[in-house]
Structures are given as C-alpha cells and as structure tokens.
C-alpha cells in the first residue's frame, strides 16, 4: 500500500499530508512533482491544499493542465482511489473530475476556523470507517469554498448520495447555522458517481491529533487504509 | 570612467533632492575621489537612508545586550539565530512596513511580510510562523475622534488584515499570534510589525558574506521592474506629508507565490552544497544586497545589468540598482557549481541568471553594456557610512495633580456596567474577526494559536525524522500609552510583559527582538524618548535574560509634524523542552481552585504592593490613569505607568516555567491590559474551546472569586495593570504542590476562588459583589464588539 500526495507550485498542505500518513498514521507515502505523469506506483493519490499557481485566474485552473493530472485522470478513471482537499477540490473539479465548481465565501473573506461536518455518506472508501451522521470537528482554511452547481447536477448529487460530507452545527441541529461559507446544500465534500473520487473543503490531515485541537480527520484516513486493504484481499 | 553624454549631472541639489546632505555629499566626494554619477549618488542615498544605515539610531543601539550563551547570531544578519538544542536552530525577526502601510494598506502589509519571511529564509531556515503587531488609530468615532477619521483607520485595517492573511496564507506559514492596538496617534500613521520564525540544522545556517574570489554572482527570483524605487528606503526615512499619497508608486507590490517558489528553490539549492553565500534583495534592492555581501566578505564585487532580468524596457542603471521589486534574490555559488544551483531553480520555473562574480579588492563594479554605470569602493559606502549622536532634550516634565488623574467610584458601586463597556472595548475585545482572516493551523504545529495562550506555542518537528519534543513560544508586546508617559519603563514593560506572556505558555524565556517605531530623529524630544527606550530595554532583558538578537528601527513616523507615541515592540522567544506541557489560558473544569500568582510581593497580598510614593492613594491614582480602564471608562490618559519590579517579574516568570513543567498547572494566564477582572473573564471565555472531556462545543465556564477585604478601592484591585502577576487554575488535589513551588520561587499564591459551571461570573471585594452577571452577557460584549466597530455600529 503507497500514498501519493502531488506536489505542484504554490501547494502548502502537501508536507502536512505527507506527514499525516507518514508519521501519524504510519504508512507508506511519497511526493509526486506536478510535471511527472508517472504515479511511482501509488494506491492512493492525494491533491493536497494550498495555492497552486497563486489561485491566478481561478482556483485550481492553472494546476488542472499540470502534465501529473493526466495521469491522476487515468488512474481514476480505472477506479484508482483519488481525495482532494481544499484546492485539490477546487482542482478536481476544474479538472471535470469532480461536478461543480467553487466561489468566493459569501461573506468575501478568508476564513480559517473549526467547523463541523456529518458524515453522510459511509459507503465510500473516504467514509467507511466512520458512522453515518458521525460529526467531525475539522478545520477550514479557503477564499473559495462556496460550492456551486446547477439545479440538475445537485439533483444528481443528492439522487445519487454523492454529497458526503455536510456542514452544521456542533450538535448537528441546524446545517445553516454551521455553513461558514454559502456553499449550496451546506456541502463540505463530495464523491463522484462511482465513489473512487472525492473531495472535501476542511482540512482532515490539519486534525489527526489532538494536541492540533481534533483528531476527527483519522478517521478519513483511516478508511482509506481499510479500502486498499479491502481491495488487496479482494484481488489477493 | 566612462559616463554617457546624456546623464544627468550631480549637483549638491540634485544631492538634496535624494535627501543627501551637504556634508554626506562631501563624504561621498571623499570616498570615491571625485563627483558621484546619478547611479552612485542614488546608491549611496538609500544605502546612507535612515532606514538602511541606521545613522541616527546606531549610537544608542550599541547599549543593547546582543551575547548570550544560546544566541549563534546577533544583530547584522539578516535575522537572529538561536540554538534550541538537538542540533536545531531558530532564525527570528521583526520588521516594520508602516509608511507603505499608510499609502497603500494591503500592499504595504503584503510586502512587510514578505519582507521578513524572506529575511528568514535566506539564513536556511524554513518559515515556520508568523505574528504581527498592529497599531491603528482609533476604529470607533469619540472625543478624539472624527467619524470621517474612525471610518478611514477602518478601511486601512480591513486591508492590512487582508494583506497580512493574503501573504501568509498562500505561502503557506501560519500566522499565529502578534497583537492589536488603538491610539489617536496612530490615526495618520499606523504601524505594521511583522515577526517571522523559521527552523533550520545548526550546521546549515546560511550568511551573505560574498566568499571565492571568481565565484559566480546569481541573480534569482522575479523580474526587475520599476515598482518600488526608493520605497522603503526613502517612504521610511522622511515624515509624512499631504504629497504623501503621490508616493503610492513607490510602495512595492508583493506575490506571495513567487515567494514560496522561491522559499522551495532556494532551500533546495542551499542542500546541493553549491551556495557559498546569499542575501535577499529587500530594501534598496540590487544595491544593499551586493553592496553588503561584498562588505560582509571583504572581496569586490562585480555585476552586469544587462544581465539583470528586467520586467520592463528601457531602465536606466539607477532605475535597475534602486528597484525595490520583492521576491529576488542574490546568491553567490561554488565556481564550477553553478549549473547545479541553477538547475534547481530552473525546476521552480524561476529566473535565475550569472549576473557578475566575486572579485578581490573590495571595489564594487556595476557594468551596464560594457560601459561602467558605478563604481565604489563596498566597504566604507556599507559602514563606513555618516553616524548621527543627533542632539536630545527632555521633554518638559508633565505637571499634574490630582484632578488630572482618575478618581475612583464610591465603595460599594456596582462596576459591572464599567465592566462591560472594558470587555467591549476595541483594545481588549476578541481580535477573532481579525485572525480567522489569517490561516493559523498551515504545517500542523500550531499548539496554541491567537488567544488560546499568553504566547503563541508552536511545535517543532525534526527536520529529518518529523518526531516531536520541544515547542516554541513567541509573543509581541509594546503599550505605546505607556512609553509615551515614560519610554523608559514603558520599554521595560514591553519586555516583561513578552517574557511573561512566553513563561504563561510554560516556555522560558531565551532571547528577543525589537522593532523601535519613532518620529522624527530629527527632534531633540524623540531622541530623547529613543534613548530612554534603549536604557529601559537594555535593562529589562539584562533582568529577564533575553538579549536582543536583532529587529529594525522605524523613524519619521509622524504625519504634519505629528509624532506618534513612542512604541518598541518586542517580541520574545522561548523553549518548551516538553511540547505537551503547553499552557493555555483557558479554564479546564468546574470546581478547580483559582490562585493568584504575584512575584512583587512574598510577605502581602498584591492590593498592598502599591508604590509607596506619598500618599497612597493619589500614587494609585496616578498609576491607574495610564490603563485601559482608565482611557475607556473616564478618558484619561494621564500618570506614570505601573512601577516596574524586573526582580519579581523573573521570579514570577521561573515559577510559571516550573509549575508548567511539573504539570502542575490548568490552566494560566497573565495580568495586563484591563487588570485581574478582564484576566478572569478571558480565562472562562476561552473554555468553551478546551473543556476536558468536551466533544464539541460546551457551556462557558464562570467564576466565582473574593478579593478579600484590604483598605484599598475596588476599581484599582479589579483593573490595575501592575506586572508580575498571573492567574492560574488548579485542581484541588495539586493545589498544595502548586502553593509549595510558589513558596520555593518565593512567589505569592492566593487562593481567590473557584472555576464555577452555573453560568456566573461574580468577584466579591469589601464582602460586597462588584462584579456580577451572566457570564454569556459579558462574553457577548466581548466576542462582537469588535466586529460591530469594524462594520460601523
């Protein structure tokens, strides 16, 4: 088993990432530069958060031609496991890897802080380790995590339970209230149709101890170990 | 040497115009042997600029302690470095960018962070945080404040906050901690101090000393345009005034970025083991960092600009030598090397080009297309510069009796009204509007962000193997108020209250770094005031053990003729040899034992550790007209800062370092602004985040305390700002071994009261409750109050 966290210019979660799976979770991981197309043979691939490219002309847009994601394209469309945070998100859906598309936070600004969101989704190799309804304590740190979409993709999304993750609030009473960002249905994370690509806003490997405030982000990490363990018994 | 035909001809005016004066020209005429073209008059204006040559400033500077066993680099360097132990050292500094920050806020703040983030690197030390003191005027229309005015210090917030976060967050490091303050003075002037800390292997630690006679002199990072010429060079050296805004051209403009590819590049290349030496192109630009490396190294140097990558056509030598263009860099690599230096950055997708090379003989030769554009010889145009012992008055002393000063309510009156309007005020409000702005959880070390610790706490991970042990602790500090009252204590303050907030985060106190923010150096009184704050400091981190290991000095802060307060704020560093031993302000559960830790005084409690100076009272009224309190509630701002007591202060300071280590401890947090009561408050606040045994979110802690029945008045014992003092929280089964620690550091412990869970938040004095309300009432005021001022409410 090998995670594969990319690195293209501008990302700054890549190092944390790494050492989530390296150091907390202890498994194998490695960096892939951006203009590689070779995936070094990796079970997982990561698009971690930062600014690739400076956020110039729009999140994610610049790094989506970066020749790694040609690769990364390929791999999920063999059903290769592929999780993208903060602007790994952003790229994946500029990459039509992942429906819909990010704006700027409502209220216009950058907003770092804790938030919480349910799990509502645990038929995904991202979620199966958690309970449905589970809530996390992770956090958020973007300009542009108001996800958008047209009515009949989110119809689509729903229809298909591809919304995984959604904000609310701590005692997961009221979705709204806990949505720090305007995003439409309180989406924090979604997976595509067949649930081998997903996406989340807050940042999971920002919470996998607690002495960093929350280590609610594990068990993200922690599902995808179980599924590639799955999956290696399966074709075992 | 050659000079083209048509080059404008230096005369004493043209000298004048580049703030040159007559007897700098004179000196410059003596250095070359001969009249300066316009390239070498300009070179020499900025690298002779108040803000790069430290001429009025030196004299007094030099009474700063600089040694210290654990300080590897002192003043001179890009940063200061210290050792932190297992091989490791820490590279800090604070820098100002407050004129560019007036002219053009977002920008302005932008590159003062870039700035220093990049003074960082260039030692070979990774960014690992970032905090900032910030000052503006007042954000909220009164007596000395215009709604036209308050509106404008709102604008110019809103875009140092969003410049700030907009550097930080995309290069990646967070920004954990600093501080905010208002003052009227800062109204047409605010100031922008940024600190930034970074990491690096003992061994690895990179100096701009040009080395090798031969070796290749690279030029890396962005183009070089016309932005910027004179910018911080000439917008820090000369006072404010109504053309100020023409100078909006000269404020740099900063792409964080490029920087972090240059951050990536540059420690890349510095692991091939091919760099010989580098320097980054900050202030005065090509011309400071050549200039200096081949000073520092005590070679020539020599450089092409037609070399130089330029971001537009037709630049002039003087344009090219005097651009302040951000993100560049000068390094000098190993003849022979070069191309694996080169080929890192080419990786980055950078620039990066063999602009010159080392030569001997100390003269530093700019070429433009085979013509000579300068020539000069390194070392005397770097130090041999003009030192000013600038002429020093006292001001007149203040006269002042008792009705100038505060006067105290009635026993008995109910002060909770006051007391919520203190928790509103922009001082003491949540600053949490502003820091969730900034990304302060970037590289997962972060133990205790904005507000969750005196200090800001973060972790360090070995370089190699990512393990954890020790952590390290920041904090900024510098009461302006007070130094404008007397800049000598007001300095010492700034440095006790730095170390005491780091020891409150369990960390002791090792080193420190300044930035100075003055007016003009031109005017007797403020170089008085300057004087006075280098003795006070000089003091207190002789007292506290923190030699000052760098910083900068901001003059000319004045707009027409205004002056603002005197501010040096200080940042102070610490080690917490056990990262889990961190200590947070907030109280952890009910029933735990509130106890009042004073260094002042072993014998009495801290209500009697008065000054004893006359009267009692009118001394504490004298005194307690320079708090918070006293600005907010009745507008005064008047009296002496509280007398300062370094010796306690230690005391207090290794006792906390202790109790942390023993584990001893809850919770912790210091006295300062707005006295016990805004300390106990901030202490339930702050529990909602941390209750033990919490999932999520909790219900807010309160307390119940009693002051006990000394002679003195309620509002002085409740929001008095002397030192040296601290609230801690206890369980009652360590209470004993906290009390006994107290007693071996001779530090005063009383038991005050209890950590509650029924909603209140009560203090008793006299018997009497002075203090009581719903704790969400007053945590209500002080969450939003902020944010209300900031939208105009």
Known sequence: MKFGVVVFPGSNCDHDAFYAIGNVLHKPVEFIWHQSENLANCDAIILPGGFSYGDHLRTGAIARFSPVMKSVEKFAKSGGMVLGICNGFQILCEAGLLPGAMMRNSGLRFICRHVHIRVEQTDTPFTNAAQKGQILKIPIAHSDGNYHCDEATLADLEENRQVIFRYTTPDGSDDNVGNPNGAVHNIAGICNRERNVAGLMPHPERAVESALGSSDGLVIFHSMVEALVGAAKATA | ????????????????????????????????????????????????????????????????????????????????????????????????????????????????????????????????????????????????????????????????????????????????????????????????????????????????????????VIYVGAKTGRDGIHGASLLASAEFTEESKQKRPNVQVGDPFMEKLLLEACLEAMQTGAVVAIQDMGAAGLTCSTMEMASRGGTGIEIDLAKVPQRETGMTPYEIMLSESQERMLLVAEKGREHEVLSVFKKWGLDAVVVGQVTEGGIARINNNGRIAAEIPAHPLAEEGPVYNRPIAAPAPRV????????????????????????????????????????????????????????????????????????????????????????????????????????????????????????????????????????????????????????????????????????????????????????????????????????????????????????????????????????????????EPPAIDLPAEKRLQDCLVALAAEGALQSAHDISDGGLAVTLAESCFASASSLVGAQHAAPVLGAIVNLGADSLCSEHALFNERGARAIVSVTSSRLAAVLNTARQYNVAAHELGQVTRNGSFRIEHKGRAVLDSSIETLRDAWAHSLERALAGR
Request: aromatic share 6%; glycine share 10%.
């Open chain 2, 1 to 216: 040497m050659a000079t083209a035909v048509t080059e404008i001809k230096v005369t004493p005016e043209i000298a004048a115009e580049h703030g040159v004066t007559r007897e700098e020209y004179a000196r410059i005429q003596q250095i070359l042997g001969r009249d300066p073209n316009i390239t070498e008059l300009g070179i020499f204006s900025v690298m002779w600029s108040e803000h790069c040559s430290y001429k009025s400033s030196k004299v007094h500077l030099k009474r700063l302690p600089t040694r210290g066993k654990l300080v590897v680099q002192g003043p001179g360097e890009n940063a200061g470095v210290v050792d932190i132990g297992d091989g490791l050292v820490a590279a800090f500094k604070i820098e100002s960018h407050n004129h560019p920050s007036y002219v053009e806020p977002f920008q302005g703040a932008t590159t003062g962070v870039g700035g220093i983030l990049r003074d960082i690197f260039t030692m070979g030390a990774r960014p690992i945080a970032i905090l900032d003191s910030l000052r503006f005027g007042e954000i909220k229309s009164g007596k000395n404040t215009t709604e036209e005015a308050s509106a404008k210090n709102r604008r110019i917030l809103d875009g140092v906050v969003r410049g700030v976060g907009g550097y930080g967050n995309c290069f990646g490091v967070p920004t954990v901690g600093g501080e905010v303050a208002f003052e009227p003075c800062y109204s047409q002037n605010p100031l922008v101090n940024a600190l930034a800390l970074g990491i690096a292997k003992k061994e690895e630690i990179f100096l701009a000393k040009a080395k090798g006679i031969g070796n290749p």
């Open chain 2, 400 to 639: 002042e009796t008792e009705k100038d000063w505060f006067a105290f309510a009635p026993e008995g009156t109910n002060l909770t009204a006051n007391f919520v309007k203190l928790l509103s005020s922009p001082a003491i409000a949540s600053k949490r509007w502003i820091t969730e702005q900034y990304d302060t959880s970037v590289r997962t070390n972060t133990l205790a962000g904005p507000g969750a610790s005196d200090a800001a706490v973060v972790r360090i991970k070995d370089p190699k193997t990512g393990t954890v042990k020790r952590a390290l602790a920041l904090s900024t500090d510098g009461n302006g108020r007070w130094c404008q009252l007397n800049p000598r204590v007001g300095a010492m303050h700034a440095v006790a209250e730095a170390a005491r907030n780091v020891a409150a985060s369990g960390a002791r106190p090792i080193a420190a770094t300044n930035c100075l923010n003055f007016g003009s150096p031109e005017k007797p009184e403020v170089m008085w005031q300057f004087s006075q704050t280098i003795d006070g400091l000089a003091e207190a981190c002789t007292a506290l053990n923190t030699p000052i290991t760098g910083g900068n000095v901001s003059f000319y802060n004045e707009t027409l003729g205004k002056s603002i307060y005197p501010t040096p704020v200080i940042g102070v560093l610490g080690i917490l040899d056990d990262a889990s031993r961190v200590l947070k302000i907030a109280f952890r559960q009910e029933g735990d034992i509130i106890v009042l830790l004073d260094g002042s005084t072993s014998a009495v409690g801290a209500q009697h550790a008065a000054p004893l100076l006359g009267n009692l009272s009118s001394a504490l009224a004298r005194e307690f007209s320079s708090s918070e309190y006293s600005k907010t509630i009745a507008s005064i701002i008047a009296g």
